[in-house]
């Protein structure tokens, strides 16, 4: 265990140095933020960080921007007559009992539904009381950006280990040869996998082995790799299989140490013999030999790992692309074992990765209900967030009537978002938890803000699943909130679950739920949460903490291990303490009832001829992948200005040849057609991408009626998942497609 130097810090609110760490990608980067004058001066890396050691990135540096945006809602917001009013906690409590009661009592809590965004992870309240929201309101039915993100991932972790949260995640500061697909760490900073500096790390890998990043794009990741195979979208499953076939084909595979802990490699190896490089290499478009060279690389170095991410995830065959993944880094031995794929040991347990009740163990029993129009399967208790549209335009039995956002934008962010934000004028009640008047929140009657990344603690709850060494830092809050009267965010979040199962929301008993969803979770721990109670003044998200860390792997478990680590003894660190890197942990992490990991779930299987159908159809000209940036997260950060510099990043990128044949030259502006719907984009012309794919960023198509962003609406860009069909998913998880649709682009004005 190693923990930074103490240094003289200057306390909430107070001109000097404040130390931190960046809420906003999975580098979790420590800061020094420096105030002056009760603002703050400048921001730079914290050398003494135990995690990452002076790294920062740009969206760092922008916190003091996001904290000081005029346009951030500070006060609540109710709609009258169509128009915005600030108003007091007390009022805006009020309405919301006003709104959403009369639903609730004339059509049934079935007809409200629940949207939670992506930043409700990478805040201190909303992602430890996320929970109560979805687990006490009574809400049946909950939309997330989950199943445009990681759902697959979610899917196979649960059937293959028998937790829907355990990722394994890459070794990448002991493997010597790092195969990426998908991802793009040099714009997201790692995503599932949460480490320092991430391309330090793969500059490192290259000067002692190799690097290969399998991707339709030539990224930012791929201009610094040894080496850049241009695959067709959507089929990176094929050529996984094509990696397996020849692991069992030529004699590589080998389990070493989990070799008791592995249930279906016959059956795995049965799967494969039908799946040679050659078939799959004219689909792949990469060609058959260099498929079995990867195989044999793979096999052939003590320390490798696959890592696949968003665009394994967001595509037709998503599911059986993450499984692969995982199967690949199982046969050839680099699994649970130093320099492969390993499981993180989070020194304070996050409250996401609870079982799913009825789900324990890796019960492949999904289907447990249907949406209403589409009849989409539920899938770990979700249901596709691109059928909230329908279900809320659609009248009837079960019509969603009122809807609770929270820290969202899914009409810039999900499948036919469009449409989305057609049918949410519609409702007859829309609350948003929300810091922004954004492209979704525009629609809501009520916006209860929360606070600024600098005015409230900060322990990451769930990121830190995914970290390559067991790591824990807290950051006391920089200012104190403008209103010391207001509610935070878990609060906010207690009164609408209470308003949802019958009492009006200014009379919800805060304390009484509060305390007893820590109830709940001690007993998770096999504690009393009574008698734990008795060791705290006050309830909220730190006396949660301070459970997660006590009884997580290092924690002092309320003085049966003494030593152990508390918040009191983190709160004296300020910058963190490291537990050490990633250990051989494999049977204490896998749940399934056998004990053992199944590396060949039926239910997966089950998918494979829909594959097989995808090798069979003929080939279309075109079809759209999204792309990342280092200065975006998603659609929320286009409101900073020193985030917003530099030429237009919101244009499609085109090959030569395909510009060429489409008769299409760099800057014109284009129309692309799909069968989701049309947009207009400028064009960039290179060779940094496969021919026969275009790409576009996702997150943009700012500047709609109503919205209060002012950066954002003066460079909006294009809405690219107006592209996207709602039905076009990978079917097993629910999960949007977001890459690999056809599309047809034609000139609709030049330069």
Not at 117 to 134: C, D, K, M, Q
Not at 142 to 149: E, K, L, M, N, P
Not at 237 to 246: D, F, I, K, N, S
Request: glycine share 10%; aromatic share 6%.
């Amino acid at each position: 265990m190693t923990a930074g130097v103490s240094l003289p810090l200057a306390a909430i609110g107070e001109d000097g140095l404040h130390l931190r760490t960046c809420p906003l990608c999975e580098a979790m980067c420590g800061l020094e933020i420096h105030v002056e004058n009760g603002r703050v001066a400048h921001i730079r890396g914290n050398r003494n960080d135990v995690w990452s050691h002076g790294h920062i990135c740009p969206k760092g540096a922008s916190l003091a921007a996001l904290h000081d945006d005029p346009d951030r809602i500070r006060r609540p917001m109710i709609k009258v007559a169509g128009q915005w009013r600030e108003v007091d906690w007390d009022t805006a409590f009020r309405r919301c009992t006003e709104l959403l009661t009369p639903v609730i009592e004339q059509y049934g809590i079935a007809a409200v539904s629940s949207y939670v965004g992506n930043p409700s992870a990478h805040t201190f309240s909303l992602g430890r009381y996320i929970g109560v929201l979805l687990g006490l309101s009574g809400i049946p039915t909950s939309y997330s950006a989950g199943t445009v993100d990681q759902w697959p991932k979610n899917l196979t972790s649960h059937l293959m280990y028998g937790g829907w949260w355990s990722f394994p995640v890459p070794d990448i500061e002991h493997t010597d040869l790092l195969v990426v697909m998908g991802a793009n760490p040099a714009a997201s900073q790692g995503s599932v996998l949460s480490a320092p500096d991430v391309m330090g790390a793969i500059h490192r890998i290259r000067q002692r082995g190799k690097v290969i990043v399998i991707d339709p794009v030539r990224t930012a990741t791929a201009a610094k790799a040894d080496e850049w195979l241009a695959i067709t979208p959507g089929t990176d499953a094929a050529l996984l299989l094509g990696v397996v076939h020849t692991l069992f084909d030529e004699g590589l595979v080998t389990l070493g140490h989990t070799e008791p802990y592995v249930d279906g490699v016959q059956t795995v190896g049965a799967i494969a013999a039908e799946w040679a490089p050659e078939r799959v290499a004219a689909v792949t478009g990469i060609a058959a030999q260099r498929i079995r060279d990867l195989a044999r690389e793979l096999a052939g170095t003590e320390r490798a790992v696959v890592y696949g991410r968003i665009g394994t995830c967001n595509q037709e065959f998503g599911s059986l692309a993450s499984w692969l993944v995982d199967v690949v880094n199982i046969l050839t031995g680099h699994f649970d074992a130093r320099g492969g794929s390993m499981f993180p040991h989070a020194a304070a347990w996050s409250l996401t990765v609870q079982p799913q009740p009825g789900l324990e163990g890796g019960k492949p029993e999904f289907g447990r209900w249907r949406t209403r129009v589409r009849g989409a399967k539920e899938v770990l208790g979700q249901a596709p967030v691109s059928c909230l549209a329908e279900e809320i335009a659609t009248p009837g039995e079960g019509q969603v009537r009122a809807l609770i956002t929270v820290a969202g934008n899914p009409v810039l962010s999900t499948p036919a978002g469009h449409k989305l934000g057609e049918a949410l004028a519609g409702l007859d009640a829309m609350i948003s938890i929300d810091n922004a008047l954004n492209e979704t929140t525009r629609h809501a009657h009520v916006i209860l803000p929360g606070l600024s990344p600098l005015e409230q603690p900060h322990h990451d709850d769930l990121l830190l699943n995914n970290a390559v060494n067991s790591f824990a830092n807290y950051s006391p809050p920089v200012f104190a909130p403008e209103d010391p009267d207001r509610p935070e965010e878990w609060e906010i979040m207690i009164r609408l679950t209470g308003l949802c199962t019958g009492t009006p929301a200014e009379d919800v008993d805060v304390r009484a739920i509060d305390d007893g969803w820590f109830d709940y979770l001690c007993f998770t721990q096999g504690l009393d949460g009574a008698e734990i109670r008795k060791h705290y003044e006050k309830g909220g998200p730190e006396r949660i903490l301070d459970l997660t860390l006590r009884t997580g792997p290092f924690g002092d478990r309320y003085g049966e291990k003494p030593g152990g680590i508390t918040l009191e003894q983190l709160k004296a660190r300020p910058n963190g303490v490291n537990f050490g890197p990633m250990q051989s942990r494999l049977p204490e992490v896998v749940s399934t009832p056998e004990g053992k990991v199944r590396l060949a779930p039926q239910y997966l299987i089950d998918d494979l001829p829909r594959l097989a159908e995808r090798l069979r159809r003929d080939p279309v000209d075109l079809v759209l992948v999204s792309r990342r940036h280092l200065r975006s997260c998603n659609s929320w950060l286009h409101n900073v200005p020193a985030l917003m510099k530099g030429k237009d990043r919101c244009t499609l990128l085109i090959h030569p040849a395909d510009a060429e044949a489409n008769g299409v030259f760099d800057g014109d502006v284009v129309t692309v057609t799909s069968a989701g719907g049309s947009i207009e984009v400028p064009v960039e012309i290179t060779d940094a991408i496969k021919p026969g794919v275009v790409s576009m960023p996702h997150g943009w198509g700012h500047g709609l009626p109503g919205t209060q962003l002012s950066v954002a609406n003066a460079s909006p860009g294009v809405n690219t998942n107006v592209l996207s069909p709602p039905d076009f998913l990978d079917e097993p998880s629910g999960n949007g497609a977001l890459n690999g649709i056809p599309v047809t682009v034609t000139v609709s004005a030049r330069r």
